[in-house]
């Protein structure tokens, strides 16, 4: 039997510029929804070992700021390489991404301020260093 490793951390998005489809959604609840949406499906591209479709739902600017642990990336592209990197190179692992506890408030029309957690579960009881600050 294999034991998992988890990596819980929070998860934080804020005031996320969203897509043009989402502006033109007419409520609060269904722009909401379109987030969830989004949400899930970086869930199922990640648990896929699809970096690029994961990566759809962040904002695609080189403003994009992201934050791991004590470490800062500055720009999506930089963003999606550090993800490469760090889950996609020899002996690395991807494991299976969850998100859980999601909280959504509208901003305004095209932002959105959304907390959570995510885990992720590695096989053979491998889990990474996480420093929180």
Known sequence: MRKSGRLSAALCFA???LATSFAQS???QDREARIQAILQSQVE???RHDLDAFMAGYWNA???TFFSGASETEGWQATLERYRKN???ANAEMGKLEFSDLRIEMLGPQSAFVRGKF????SKGKQPTV???
């Open 15 to 17: 005031l996320i510029p």
């Open 26 to 28: 007419r409520s609060a």
């Open 45 to 47: 591209a990640w648990n």
């Open 62 to 64: 080189p403003t994009l």
């Open 87 to 89: 889950y996609q190179s």
């Open 119 to 122: 885990r992720l579960t590695f």
């Open 131 to 133: 420093c929180l600050r």
